[in-house]
Antibody
Framework: EVQLVESGGGLVQPGGSLRLSCSAS????????MHWVRQAPGKGLEYVST????????YYADSVKGRFTISRDNSKNTLYLQMSSLRAEDTAVYYC?????????????WGQGTLVTVSS | QSALTQPASVSGSPGQSITISCTGT?????????VSWYQQHPGKAPKLMIY???KRPSGVSNRFSASKSGNTASLTISGLQAEDEADYYC???????????FGTGTKVTVL
């Protein structure tokens, strides 16, 4: 059974930094692209970032480009999202999502999410 | 990176069929057969219902079907049931620049 467990969310001040982690199990982590998708309170889904299976290719939404960095450690079956220069509009539940073998396909299996609140 | 356009809400009575549209452009929905649909119940994570325009993952009811015509993808729920009441989102690959875009979301209400 696929399991994705996010951690690292919490309250951070504007301009601050936070690193999210996602521990994966139940599948061959190194074979699949992975994604981060967020959802602001009461709002819709917003694409954040994607990393290819070997970590060699990364993609970002314009809204986070230059501030967020996605990475993965296939030896630890863990996905990361390093967030810096955080803004109030980054407040959201951040979902770790398993992708397919093909990196351009839409996300497949979603974790339960971790809440990030940016506020002073 | 504009979101794909979906109706804010759609409703139907039990047993009826409803259709949710997802309108994009020739740079996303219209150019790639990489449209997915998700169901999200309140307080829960989204669940994949359809991938690659019209394919159903294992375990998803065959009451859910989908298609695409031009720049618009559509999700149809047949034999509407109370448990289908949820938010639904579409997603599409959008090329190497934008990469991915989600729909604005549709709230389905079972009357």
């Amino acid at each position: 059974e696929v399991q994705l467990v996010e951690s690292g969310g919490g309250l951070v001040q504007p301009g601050g930094s936070l690193r999210l982690s996602c521990s994966a199990s139940g599948f061959t982590f190194s074979s699949y692209a992975m994604h981060w998708v967020r959802q602001a309170p009461g709002k819709g889904l917003e694409y954040v970032s994607t990393v290819s299976s070997n970590g060699g290719s990364t993609y970002y939404a314009d809204s986070v480009k230059g501030r967020f960095t996605i990475s993965r450690d296939n030896s630890k079956n863990t996905l990361y999202l390093q967030m810096s220069s955080l803004r109030a509009e980054d407040t959201a539940v951040y979902y770790c999502v398993k992708g397919g073998v093909v990196v351009i396909a839409c996300p497949i299996y979603w974790g339960q999410g971790t809440l990030v609140t940016v506020s002073s | 990176q504009s979101a794909l356009t979906q109706p804010a809400s759609v409703s139907g009575s039990p047993g009826q069929s409803i259709t949710i549209s997802c309108t994009g452009t020739s740079s996303d929905v219209g150019n790639y057969n990489l449209v997915s649909w998700y169901q999200q119940h309140p307080g829960k994570a989204p669940k994949l219902m359809i991938y690659e325009v019209s394919k159903r993952p294992s375990g998803v009811s065959n009451r859910f079907s989908a298609s695409k015509s031009g720049n618009t993808a559509s999700l149809t729920i047949s034999g509407l049931q109370a448990e289908d009441e949820a938010d639904y989102y579409c997603c599409s690959y959008a090329g190497t620049s934008t990469f991915r875009v989600f729909g604005t979301g549709t709230k389905v209400t079972v009357l």
